[in-house]
């Protein structure tokens, strides 16, 4: 579950991560009140406005922008709330802005010059080890960096059994090249940052930039969280962040009853059971010539209902022209299959793309028989290379 800057700095900030404070405003009118609450809180008379949407590249779609004083912040925010945001990680149509973060200006004159770094804390599924990855090259894309100049992006290796030591949150620091006060502080950001990962059951903390100020500290000007789906059981609280309008509402549709789908940007429809299958599918799709147009599992109950359900999201998408269905028949029937196929293809009416169908297991014989003499628009096969075959020949 993705989260929004100001939700992943609240959890930044709960355990102890200093952050570049503000609040969330829905209106224009709001962000002038929050503005002047936080000049009294933190003597700021700059505002940064940031488009709060689950999309990096904000600043170069317009969706942050400095208010040189409070009397710029209405207009400013009017200007980003309601656009559609456009960046490198949105479609073409962009993403629609609900509210904007009002925050403090960090970047004030002192006694040494701002520095940005970027840092980020992941999985390493590799070693299996959690990973603090970080630069001092931060404000830039970290692919850039990394294509560019590699050389300035350490990684350091943390045992989940163990946690961060000492000597690691040191090394950090050291390899940024931060002395005195900064190096201190930067101890103590890491170590705080790891275990707000590590407690929140995060899969993703990136913060871009980390920003050392010119009076040495260190704070997260940005917030990119993602939480890990499987653990929120353990954090209601965090469940309550989910933005719903920041997802896509096919998916959302999909996960309300019970299937797990990911839309993607094919020209075949996938209806499968079990997530290895699905993948083998997937493949099997390109090696025909097309590209799969979603990832769906119906799971092991695939009755009439299921079936009907994830027909009807797979026909959402324009772009699809067959539907292959791919079904193992273990925990359920095959030819049970077969008539909730039928069944759900009768309720829906006519539809307008082939269907191709592979049941194979417990009673695929009756299955293809059923499906043969239904009279619908349904091809059966028995073999994946008579799906690749059928799924090429209709596409052609």
Known sequence: MNLHEYQG????????????????????????????????????????????????????????????????????????IGMDLVTPQTSAEGKRVHQVLIAEDVYYPGDSEPSEIYMSVLLNRATGKNMIMYSTEGGMDIETVAEQTPHLIFNEEIDPSVGILP???????????????????????????YTAYEKSDSSLFEINPVL???DDRIIAVDAKVTLDDNALYRHKDYAEMRDLREENPVEVEAGA???????????????????????????????????????????????AER???????????????????????????????????????????EIKVPIIVRLQGTNADIAKELIDQSGLNVHSVIQFQEAADKVQEVLS
């Open 9 to 80: 700095k609240q959890i930044l900030n709960s355990f102890g991560v200093e952050i570049q404070r503000g609040y969330v405003a829905q209106t224009p009118q709001e962000a002038v009140e929050i503005a002047k609450k936080l000049t009294d809180e933190t003597g700021t008379s700059w505002y940064v406005i940031k488009a709060q949407v689950h999309a990096g590249g904000r600043g170069k779609g317009g969706g942050v922008k400095l208010a040189k004083g409070i009397e710029h912040v209405e207009d400013i925010a009017n200007q980003i």
């Open 167 to 193: 000597f690691q949150a040191r090394r950090v620091a050291f390899n940024l090249g931060l002395e005195g006060k900064a190096f201190k502080e930067m101890t103590k950001f890491v170590t705080a940052l």
């Open 212 to 214: 050392k100020t010119s």
């Open 257 to 303: 009853k019970g299937l797990n789908y990911v839309d993607l940007d094919g020209n075949v429809g996938c209806m499968v059971n079990g997530a290895g299958l699905a993948m083998a599918t997937m493949d099997l799709i390109k090696q025909a010539g097309g590209e799969p147009a979603n990832f769906l599992d119906v799971g092991g109950t695939a009755n």
């Open 307 to 349: 079936v009907e359900a994830a027909f009807k999201l797979i026909l959402k998408d324009p772009k699809v022209k067959a539907i292959l269905v791919n079904i193992f028949g273990g925990i359920v029937r095959c030819d049970r299959v077969a008539q909730g196929i039928i069944d759900a293809y009768k309720n829906i009416g």
